[in-house]
Nanobody
Framework: QVQLVESGGGLVQAGGSLRLSCAAS????????MGWFRQAPGKEREFVAA????????SYADSVKGRFAISRDNAKNTVYLQMNALKPEDTAVYYC??????????????????WGQGTQVTVSS
């Protein structure tokens, strides 16, 4: 398993921006597709964004398209989530996840075998 540690969460006003980072260790990072998921209070965890092992393909939830951008730096073993134009409904714990294999990117949570501990993002109105 790859170990994942998220950072960059915090409190921001609506319309503001945050960049989340997820540092990976323990395995060859470039062998993994990476994803971001989030869980708001009282709700199920949901898909936010994913990126292929080589950065060539990305996928986004409709709710964040045009506002969020996922990227990765394989030399630094890190995946990022740039979040712009934040809304109060983006408030959640954000989780980084890894899916092993040089396969097409997926949005299915069950395909991701390694998860970080999560970082809180709070957007005030």
């Amino acid at each position: 398993q790859v170990q994942l540690v998220e950072s960059g969460g915090g409190l921001v006003q609506a319309g503001g921006s945050l960049r989340l980072s997820c540092a990976a260790s323990g395995r060859t990072f470039s062998n993994y597709n990476m994803g971001w998921f989030r869980q708001a209070p009282g709700k199920e965890r949901e898909f936010v964004a994913a990126i292929a092992w080589n950065g060539g393909t990305t996928s986004y939830a409709d709710s964040v398209k045009g506002r969020f951008a996922i990227s990765r730096d394989n030399a630094k073993n890190t995946v990022y989530l740039q979040m712009n134009a934040l809304k109060p409904e983006d408030t959640a714990v954000y989780y980084c996840a890894a899916s092993f294999g040089l396969v097409p990117v997926t949005t299915r949570q069950e395909a991701f075998g390694s998860w970080g501990q999560g970082t809180q993002v709070t957007v005030s109105s």
